[in-house]
């Protein structure tokens, strides 16, 4: 569950702001460098290091509050800061570090839509230089728990049907049809689930627009609240970003996703279409 805050920002009202002192703006490109082409002012922020739970079996899980606040406040994150995500290309690990930053409590954070590439087609200034720490931030994490799910609770709402539930990843690894990119994992998907891979909803780098969002997903949708998965909890936040964008208020991420549901020896799987 999420505030209905606008979740995107354009690359024109980025510009404007993006230098204030209030404004924090964080890189979420997977495997990016200090070096590598950047927004100036821009720091990273590595699903595959502080922002997720290192000692977690799972990939890319949340960090718990402590260590989620003291990356936070490294960041130079105060409570009045606007933070802003972007990524190189596409919609793929940015709405992830967006879906932590609302789950922290800070319910004005933002992803540039057409990430990276956008902004340099706009002929805005990219550097390489490394950027400057920002003085520490004084944020206090405030967790809402509501909008991170664990196994245990997917398992009752599959047992009880009372949440729809999503899968982001592509139509062939959620009917079983291809092996998991992670071995050791089964094919297939959660019993209940619908396929919705996180392809579907953007284009061209830039989330679909809203009324394209609505004439898409709404066919899908019931009352029902919802939760989003994929294979390590990244890409359900493609997903849960959409949805928030439709002003769904009442979604929820799987963390775990199919890395924890689909290992050896875990819970019902199911293979092909989704039921009916």
Same mark, same amino acid.
């Given at each position: 569950m999420t505030d209905n805050v606008c979740a995107l920002i354009s690359v024109s009202d980025l510009a404007r702001i993006y230098r204030d002192d209030t404004t924090v703006v964080l890189d979420a490109t997977m495997g990016a460098t200090s070096t590598d082409p950047h927004i100036p002012g821009a720091q990273i922020a590595a699903i595959e290091g502080p922002w997720s739970d290192e000692e977690s079996p799972w990939p890319h899980t949340r960090p718990d509050r402590d260590a989620l606040e003291y990356e936070l406040r490294r960041l130079g994150i105060n409570a009045d800061s606007r933070v802003i995500v972007y990524e190189h290309d596409g919609l793929f690990s940015a709405p992830r570090i967006w879906?932590? !930053?609302?789950?922290?409590?800070? #319910? +004005?954070?933002?992803? !540039?839509?057409? &990430?990276?590439?956008?902004? $340099?087609?706009?002929?805005?200034?990219?550097?390489?230089?490394? +950027? #400057?720490?920002? *003085?520490? &931030? /004084?944020?206090? =994490?405030?967790?809402?728990?509501?909008?991170?799910?664990?196994?245990? %609770?997917?398992?009752?709402?599959?047992?009880?049907?009372?949440? %729809?539930?999503?899968?982001?990843?592509? /139509? $062939?690894?959620?009917?079983?049809? =291809?092996?998991?990119?992670?071995?050791?994992?089964? #094919?297939?998907?959660? *019993?209940? #689930?619908?396929?919705?891979?996180?392809? /579907? =909803? %953007?284009?061209?780098?830039?989330?679909?627009? $809203?009324?394209?969002?609505? $004439?898409? !997903?709404? *066919?899908?949708?019931?009352?029902?609240?919802?939760?989003? +998965?994929?294979?390590? &909890? =990244?890409?359900?936040c493609v997903i849960a970003l959409a949805l928030n964008i439709m002003g769904r208020t009442d979604v929820a991420v799987y963390d775990g996703s199919w890395s924890q549901w689909g290992r050896e020896g875990g819970p019902e799987i199911e293979t092909g279409p989704e039921s009916k």
């Open positions: 879906w932590l !930053l609302r789950y922290a409590g800070i #319910s +004005t954070a933002a992803i !540039l839509d057409g &990430g990276l590439v956008a902004w $340099e087609a706009a002929h805005l200034p990219v550097t390489r230089e490394k +950027t #400057s720490p920002r *003085p520490s &931030g /004084t944020v206090k =994490v405030i967790p809402r728990d509501e909008m991170i799910i664990d196994e245990h %609770q997917v398992r009752q709402h599959v047992a009880k049907k009372d949440r %729809q539930i999503f899968d982001a990843r592509s /139509t $062939e690894r959620f009917q079983g049809t =291809v092996a998991e990119p992670r071995p050791g994992l089964r #094919s297939g998907h959660i *019993p209940t #689930s619908r396929s919705l891979p996180y392809t /579907t =909803v %953007q284009r061209n780098g830039f989330m679909l627009p $809203e009324d394209e969002l609505h $004439e898409i !997903l709404e *066919p899908l949708l019931d009352d029902r609240p919802i939760v989003t +998965t994929c294979g390590s &909890g =990244v890409t359900a």
